[in-house]
C-alpha cells in the first residue's frame, strides 16, 4: 500500500517537469494527429489499448471516458535508480505495484514503453560513445516492455496503454484543456484518499510522483496480504508470445522434468570486518549452491535418473557438471536452436527460464519465498543487514 505522507502539492503548478513534459508530449502528439487523420482530431483511429488496437475501436468509445494513472516513463525513475538500473526482478516488484493501485483505483495505467535493462544483462551492450546522446544510451540499454510482456493478457486484468501511443497523446491533450478537472499531480497520497477523496476520483488523469527510493516503495508492506492484489507469477505469466511459444517448445523436448533455480554470482558477496575477518549477507548460500550440496538437499525431492532443468547465473562453465552423475541435466544453453532467434537479452532469457521452472513437476528455488517452497539454501532471502561470517562445511543438521 501507498504510504501516507504529506503532499507536496496537490494541485499542478506552472513549473511542475510533468507540466513541461505533458506540454511538449502534447505539442508532438497534435502533429502526430493532424498527420495522421484527416478527419477531425478526436475521430482518427488510435493504435494501442493494451498494445494494440483494442477496446475503444470495438466498442466505438474515444477512450476518455476512462480515467487514467501515470507513474512516470521510467520504472523506478524518479528515484535513486534513474541512472543505474536495476535487475528484472526488482522492477517487476515496482511494476507490479503501480499495476496494483490502477487495480485499486479501477483506472487505466500508462505503461511505460520501455524497460531499462541492467548492463550486465544486456547482450546488445550500452553505447560508450563520449558524443552518444542520452536518448541513444537509453535506446541501447532498454529494450520495449511489448518484447517483454503480452500486454493484452495484462490488460484481461488491468486495462494498459503505452505512453508512446496515440491514446496517451489525446489523454495528455484532454487533460490539459479540462484544467483542475484533468490532471492531478500527487506524491505521498494514500490509495484510500485517491479512490474516496471526490477531487482524485472525479479527475482524468492522476500523475503519480513515486517514493524517492523506487516505485515498489509505494507498496513495501507486502506482509499486508489485503493489500496484494496480484500474485508474484502475474508478470512472469503475462510473458510476451513469442517467449511463451519458445518455452512451451522446450518443455515438450524436456518431457516430465524437474528444475532448480541456483541463484549465486549477484548474492554471493563478501566483505571483510575491521579484523580483516570475510563475513557475508548470506552466509551458507555459497556453500549451498554448490553441486555436491545440491545432491544432498534435493535427493529427498527429485529422484535419481530425472531429467534436472538448471537455471543459474553462475558463470564458470560446467559448474554444476557433478550433478550430471544422479540426474540428465539441461539447460537453456541446450536449446540454442529455439532460443537464438528470438532473445536478445538476458531479461527475455530469464522470463523464458521462470515459464520453464514453472513448468517443472518439482521446482526448487534458491531462497524460500512462501511456506510451501523447496529451497536449496535456509538463508532468507531479504537482506537482514547481518554480516556473518560464510559456512562451508557441511553441519550436522543438514546431513
Known sequence: MATSRKPKSKHPTAGSPFLLLATAAVAVGLIWIL????????????????????????????GLERKYLYWGNRIDCPGKHCDSCEGLGHQESSLRCALEEALYLKRVFVMP??????????????????????DERWAAGSCAMSSLYDLDLISKTIPVILDNSKMWYRVLSTSMKLGKRGLAHVEGTS????????????????????????WFMECKDRTNHSSVLLPYSFLPMSAAPKLRDAANRIKELL????????????????????????????????????PEFIQVRIERWIA????LFVASNERKPGFFSTLSARYKLAYSSNYSSILDPIIENNYELFMVERLILAGA?????TFKEEEDDLSLTDDPKK?????QIPVLIMEEERR
Open 361 to 365: 513437476t518439482t521446482f526448487v528455488k
Open 113 to 134: 514503453s520501455r524497460m531499462c535493462i541492467n548492463p550486465i544483462h544486456n547482450k546488445k551492450g550500452i553505447l560508450h560513445h563520449l558524443n552518444a546522446t542520452s
Open 383 to 387: 537482506n537482514t543487514k547481518k554480516w
Open 35 to 62: 498527420l495522421s487523420s484527416s478527419t477531425s482530431v478526436f475521430r482518427f483511429p488510435f493504435t494501442l489499448f493494451g498494445g494494440t488496437a483494442k477496446a475503444s475501436e470495438k466498442d466505438g468509445s474515444s
Open 191 to 214: 490509495r484510500d484518499d485517491l479512490k474516496y477523496k471526490s477531487f482524485y476520483s472525479n479527475v482524468l488523469l492522476i500523475n503519480r510522483t513515486a517514493s524517492s527510493l523506487s
Open 304 to 307: 535419481p535418473g530425472r531429467t
Open 255 to 290: 518431457g516430465d522434468y524437474d528444475a532448480i533455480h541456483v541463484r549465486r554470482g549477484d548474492k554471493i558477496k563478501t566483505r571483510k570486518d575491521r579484523f580483516g575477518v570475510p563475513r557475508s549477507l548470506h552466509p551458507h548460500l555459497d556453500r549451498d549452491t554448490r
